[in-house]
């Protein structure tokens, strides 16, 4: 009974390099959000997104970050040009549609 | 104004005691409230929702004020387990995007 995969869980990226960051929801879900959480920070909600539909961007920076959640495979979170600011646990949760979310591990973006 | 605050603490609490802490939350249209934990920013965990009417988790009790747009939770009988960074967590939307508090962090002492 696999929870929310996250991968990578580490990434590390240069300024200026493209970001991809994975997640697989809980099976059977169809309502995946990303949050972010900066060092000493709580989280924040970036996006929320179902099968082939983005819901709810409201969170997500105006440049260089986009999502998707396509049919088939995972919803993949990407931040183009990184930069230091960057830096940050990126978390994915999923739920089946107005419940509990469960979150995933995170991926832990370092930008040197 | 942060949508959700919290005392950062940290809380040191001595093993079997009892520590409560509040947060307070500036949306009146609020719908739905937790309590979430993290451990070594680890990925949050839900602790409990919290009820208008309060509600009890073994040793552990939240409780809701909307008059006043504050959430509380007690922990009874400290465990050493308990150490954590609490997370309150409010959701104004009915799909369940959810805000987050930057947490209060618990240090249970033997």
């Known amino acids: 009974n696999a929870g929310v995969m996250q991968n990578p869980r580490h990434l590390v990226r240069r300024r200026g390099q493209e970001a991809r960051l994975r997640c697989s929801p809980v099976k059977g879900h169809s309502h995946v959000y990303w949050y972010r959480q900066l060092p000493e920070e709580g989280l924040k909600f970036m996006v929320y997104l179902q099968k082939e539909n983005i819901i709810d961007e409201s969170g997500m920076p105006k440049e260089r970050f986009s999502a998707e959640f396509p049919k088939e495979g995972p919803s993949i979170l990407r931040i183009q040009q990184v930069v230091r600011g960057d830096s940050a646990a990126y978390f994915c949760?999923?739920?089946?549609?107005?419940?509990?979310?469960?979150f995933g591990p995170g991926t832990r973006l370092t930008v040197l | 104004r942060k949508e959700v605050e919290q005392d950062p603490g940290p809380f040191n609490v001595p093993e079997g005691a009892t520590v409560a802490f509040n947060c307070t939350y500036s949306?009146?249209?609020?719908?739905?409230f937790f309590w979430y934990r993290q451990d070594c920013r680890k990925e949050p965990k839900l602790l409990m929702s919290?009820?208008?009417s309060g509600n009890e988790d073994g040793r552990f009790t939240a409780q809701l004020n909307r008059a006043s747009q504050y959430i509380s939770l007690l922990i009874r009988d400290s465990k050493l387990s308990d150490s954590a960074t609490y997370l309150c967590?409010?959701?104004?939307?009915?799909?369940?995007?959810?805000?987050f508090g930057a947490g209060t962090q618990v240090v249970v002492t033997p």
């Open positions: 967590v409010v959701s104004t939307d009915s799909w369940g995007k959810l805000q």
């Open positions: 949306n009146s249209a609020s719908q739905s």
């Open positions: 949760a999923s739920s089946p549609g107005n419940t509990e979310q469960f």
């Open positions: 919290v009820y208008s």
